[in-house]
Structure formats: structure tokens, C-alpha cells
């Protein structure tokens, strides 16, 4: 089966070439003003764009495919949009956290680290524990934002829609990263010769 990417989607995949795969970037605090949607462009060097800066162009791709998935009207959307790009902020930021919350976890598990300390272990997974317990509760209520601002087919419509752009952002990830290595593995054999 072959995916049709919109327009707004292979300008990611574009974008996403330029970049190294995500895997291999440390979650970075959002830079000021981040969050406040796609305005950000590509670094002032023209380098790769970073992880977060893709993760916002997909939020905001999300956010204009969303009036025609749902079938909003013009009086739903501009409720919508606020309520759904606070439900997307409060998932990046629970994600952030949780990233740096794993990043330390693997530090002190590290089996190299022989000065591993296992109350900073212990307090660490409490922490990861308490962090997935207010994530989960902050989305609940930013889908129940989101929800009051649709009717009942709506909502079920949102659930489908949300999960059609996962799979469509993580085939585009996908993507991105089998061509960085193909790249690597082509100036690799350039270098060679």
C-alpha cells in the first residue's frame, strides 16, 4: 500500500532529511517563546531543523488538517484550536519531562557507573512515577477541553483523526531516518574512493 503524502507532509519529510535521527538528540528545553506555535523557522545557519522544531511544524500541520477531518464549523474552530494546541503543549511538555526524568535513569543504571546510588535511583522512579500521574491527568483534562468544543461524532472523528496522524508522523520519522543513514552510508563509500 502506498501512502499520498498532502503537500504540507513531504515539506516535512524534507525537513526532516536535513535532520539527524531523533534518537540521537537529547531532549533540549524548549527555547523562549517556544510553544507559541510554527513561527519558528529553520536555524539562522540553514543547519538541521531540530527535533522539537519538527515535532511543532507536525503540530501545526495537525491543526489545519483537523477543520476538514472534523467538519468544523467556523464557530467550532477557533475554540478548537486554542483548546487542541493546549492539549498538544501539555503532551510536549509531559514528554520533555519525562525524557529528562528517563535520561537520568539511564545514567544511574549505567552499568559503567560504579558510584550508582540507589536512593537517587529510588527517588528518580518516584518522580517518574508522579510525573505519570500528572501527565495522564493533565491530558485528561485537555481532551475534556477539547471535547466540549465538539459534538459526539466529532469526538469519536478526533480520537481517529489523532491516531491517523501518529501513524502518518511516524512514517515520516521512519522515513527520515532510513534516508540520514542512507546519506551517511553514501558519503561513507565517497569518502572511500
Same mark, same amino acid.
Given at each position: 500500500?502506498?501512502?499520498?503524502?498532502?503537500?504540507?507532509? !513531504?515539506?516535512?519529510?524534507?525537513?526532516?532529511?536535513?535532520?539527524?535521527?531523533?534518537?540521537?538528540?537529547?531532549?533540549?528545553p524548549p527555547p523562549p517563546g517556544a510553544g507559541q506555535g510554527?513561527?519558528?523557522?529553520?536555524?539562522?545557519?540553514?543547519?538541521?531543523?531540530?527535533?522539537?522544531?519538527?515535532?511543532?511544524?507536525?503540530?501545526?500541520? !495537525?491543526?489545519?488538517?483537523?477543520?476538514?477531518?472534523? $467538519?468544523?464549523?467556523?464557530?467550532?474552530?477557533?475554540?478548537?484550536?486554542?483548546?487542541?494546541?493546549?492539549?498538544?503543549?501539555?503532551?510536549?511538555?509531559?514528554?520533555?519531562?519525562?525524557?529528562?526524568?528517563?535520561?537520568?535513569?539511564?545514567?544511574?543504571?549505567?552499568?559503567?557507573?560504579?558510584?550508582?546510588?540507589?536512593?537517587?535511583?529510588?527517588?528518580?522512579? $518516584?518522580?517518574?512515577?508522579?510525573?505519570?500521574?500528572?501527565?495522564?491527568?493533565?491530558?485528561?483534562?485537555?481532551?475534556?477541553?477539547?471535547?466540549?468544543?465538539?459534538?459526539?461524532?466529532?469526538?469519536?472523528?478526533?480520537?481517529?483523526?489523532?491516531?491517523?496522524?501518529?501513524?502518518? $508522523?511516524?512514517?515520516?520519522?521512519?522515513?527520515?531516518?532510513?534516508?540520514?543513514?542512507?546519506?551517511?552510508?553514501?558519503?561513507?563509500?565517497?569518502?572511500?574512493?
Amino acid at each position: 500500500m502506498k501512502v499520498r503524502l498532502p503537500g504540507a507532509a !513531504t515539506c516535512l519529510v524534507a525537513a526532516m532529511l536535513a535532520a539527524p535521527p531523533v534518537s540521537a538528540q537529547p531532549p533540549q528545553p524548549p527555547p523562549p517563546g517556544a510553544g507559541q506555535g510554527p513561527a519558528q523557522g529553520p536555524p539562522p545557519d540553514g543547519g538541521p531543523l531540530s527535533a522539537g522544531q519538527i515535532q511543532r511544524w507536525f503540530e501545526a500541520y !495537525t491543526v489545519l488538517e483537523a477543520q476538514d477531518a472534523l $467538519k468544523l464549523s467556523e464557530a467550532q474552530y477557533g475554540r478548537f484550536v486554542t483548546r487542541l494546541k493546549l492539549l498538544q503543549e501539555s503532551r510536549r511538555k509531559h514528554q520533555q519531562a519525562r525524557n529528562q526524568i528517563m535520561s537520568d535513569l539511564r545514567r544511574l543504571t549505567n552499568p559503567q557507573n560504579v558510584n550508582s546510588d540507589e536512593a537517587q535511583i529510588s527517588e528518580r522512579l $518516584k518522580i517518574l512515577r508522579e510525573e505519570d500521574e500528572r501527565g495522564a491527568a493533565d491530558l485528561r483534562k485537555s481532551y475534556e477541553g477539547v471535547d466540549e468544543t465538539l459534538d459526539l461524532r466529532q469526538q469519536a472523528r478526533f480520537r481517529v483523526f489523532e491516531e491517523r496522524m501518529e501513524q502518518q $508522523k511516524l512514517e515520516l520519522l521512519m522515513r527520515a531516518r532510513q534516508n540520514t543513514r542512507a546519506a551517511a552510508r553514501g558519503r561513507g563509500r565517497g569518502s572511500l574512493q
